[in-house]
C-alpha cells in the first residue's frame, strides 16, 4: 500500500503564492504518470496540471502560465508551484501518482483558500 501525504495548503491573499507538496511512501522513480487535481466547493474534480514518465507536462488553461508541476526523485515527492493565485483557485488540491507496478493512488487532499 502506497501512501502520499500532501503538504502546503492555506489561506493566502489574492496575488500571493503556495506550493504544494506530495510526499510518496515509496519512490517514484518508476510511475507512468502523475498529477494534481482540484475540487472547487460544490463541482467536480478537475485536473490542473499532468507530468507524465517522460517529462512531459499538460496544464489546465485556466492555471497556464501560473502554476508549474514538478518532480524531485530523490525525495519521493511531486510539487506543484502556484502564483498570481485568484480567488477561484480556491479548491481542495489532490495529488495522483500511478505506479507502473503498484497502481495509482491519491492524496489526502489539502485545502487552499484565496481571500482578501
Known amino acids: 500500500q502506497v501512501q502520499l501525504v500532501e503538504s502546503g495548503g492555506g489561506l493566502v491573499q489574492p496575488g500571493g503564492s503556495l506550493r504544494l507538496s506530495c510526499a510518496a511512501s515509496?519512490?517514484?522513480?518508476?510511475?507512468?504518470?502523475m498529477g494534481w487535481y482540484r475540487q472547487p466547493p460544490g463541482k467536480q474534480r478537475e485536473l490542473v496540471a499532468g507530468l507524465t514518465s517522460g517529462g512531459s507536462t499538460n496544464y489546465a488553461d485556466s492555471v497556464k502560465g501560473r502554476f508549474t508541476i514538478s518532480r524531485d526523485n530523490a525525495k519521493n515527492t511531486v510539487y506543484l508551484q502556484m502564483n498570481s493565485l485568484k480567488p477561484e483557485d480556491t479548491a481542495v488540491y489532490y495529488c495522483?501518482?500511478?505506479?507502473?507496478?503498484?497502481?495509482?493512488?491519491w492524496g489526502q487532499g489539502t485545502q487552499v483558500t484565496v481571500s482578501s
Open positions: 495522483n501518482i500511478a505506479f507502473r507496478l503498484l497502481g495509482a493512488y
Open positions: 515509496t519512490s517514484i522513480f518508476s510511475i507512468y504518470n
